[in-house]
């Protein structure tokens, strides 16, 4: 098994590194950017809004705007879109706030160099770095992510064996009619549908519309605080829930049945178990493998990746929606740091999988396994 976890953990590198090629690649032949942004408010704006330069290059600036236009007859058409008439000086510097003024390659390489330290640099229109976002935005996505994993557990897996356990009855049926439509209704379409319902979108007033507490939230007693981030977090749980939950009642309710139909059931059965004895003390464990081994990668992502469209419409200031906006905002310090973490949690949680099956099971041997 060791030598199976130093395999995966070395195939790690070149997946991780292909992936970020990838992505950096598509980002340079993507229109816009922090340079283009930064143009346009200047356009828009004027010297105003370059005062991000600061001090003497806010004035320099200044200055060369206004010979923008007299030297705008000699100056050569620019690569940036909205850039005709702006002093090619001007530009230059723009770029070289933002590391553009070097090939893509030696940015790529430099960045890959820092990633590898997780030193992820500033963001480009905030001031922190990113990493200090990420630490202040992860409260918001741990609370989405603990307690909707939690819930959707809980409630998949009593579901799924009393399904298995019920196969082919009236419970069995409208339960499956109920999982059908909750898998058929994506996560985010079902928490527009509740905030139209309950939060003031068109019929009842019940839950708040955005954040996770109140304003006043310190001010409050210490039942009142659970009370009022339950309140501030049910429609958003309630979201994420609604698809996860059907997809893993199914998935327990047919691995309980390949157990049920096994042989070894029959022979226990034969023996004059009983049904909680046969079911509890035989099938759960091998029905249980392939749940719980999927638990970690399952957490991931829905700690990560599932939460995007829900922190976005419930305006959830989380690790979503810190990536959303930065796409948005062409900020691709956060976006490539956020990708490069997730990714690398990623492909972790996966070879944290396979261990678990093992520790459920310890018949299951990845030595054999190509990787």
Do not use: C
Request: aromatic share 12%; charged share 15%.
């Amino acid at each position: 098994m060791l030598a199976y976890i130093i395999r995966r953990l070395l195939l790690v590198i070149p997946t991780l590194f292909g992936i970020m090629v990838v992505n950096f690649a598509i980002i340079q032949v993507a229109p816009g950017g922090p340079v283009e942004r930064i143009i346009a408010e200047i356009q828009g704006r004027g010297v105003e809004a370059t005062a991000r330069f600061g001090g003497q290059a806010g004035s320099e600036v200044g200055q060369q705007q206004q010979q923008q236009q007299r030297r705008a007859g000699r100056a050569e058409p620019s690569k940036y879109r909205g850039a005709q008439g702006l002093d090619p000086e001007l530009i230059k510097q723009i770029e070289k706030e933002f590391g553009f003024d070097k090939p893509a390659h030696e940015r790529f390489v430099h960045m890959m160099k820092s990633y590898i330290t997780f030193d992820f640099g500033k963001s480009y229109f905030r001031d922190q770095t990113v990493i200090e976002l990420m630490i202040d935005k992860l409260p918001v996505s741990i609370s989405l992510g603990i307690w909707s994993t939690l819930l959707i557990y809980l409630i998949s897996i009593p579901l799924g064996v009393a399904k298995a356990v019920r196969d082919g009855s009236r419970f069995d049926i409208w339960s499956s009619g109920a999982v059908i439509i909750g898998n058929a209704i994506p996560g985010f379409l079902f928490a527009i549908l509740l905030i139209v319902v309950f939060a003031g979108g068109r019929y009842l007033d019940w839950f708040p519309l955005r954040g996770i507490v109140s304003e006043n939230w310190r001010e409050l007693s210490f039942p009142m605080l659970v009370l009022d981030y339950i309140w501030h977090m049910a429609l958003p749980i309630v979201s994420m829930v609604i698809g996860g939950f059907a997809g893993l009642t199914m998935l327990t309710k047919n691995s309980f049945l390949d157990q049920i139909n096994m042989q070894y059931v029959t022979t226990a059965r034969a023996l004059g178990l009983t049904q909680r004895r046969v079911l509890y003390g035989h099938v759960f464990r091998n029905g249980m493998l392939i749940v719980i081994a999927g638990f970690p990668a399952a957490f991931i992502g829905m700690f990560f990746t599932g939460s995007l469209l829900i922190e976005v419409i419930f305006s959830l200031d989380g690790l979503g929606l810190l990536g959303f906006e930065a796409v948005i905002d062409r900020d691709y310090q956060i976006v490539f740091a956020t990708l490069y973490m997730f990714t690398l949690l990623g492909l972790v949680m996966q070879i944290i999988s396979d261990i678990t099956y093992t520790i459920i099971d310890p018949r299951i041997d990845f030595e054999t396994r190509e990787v």
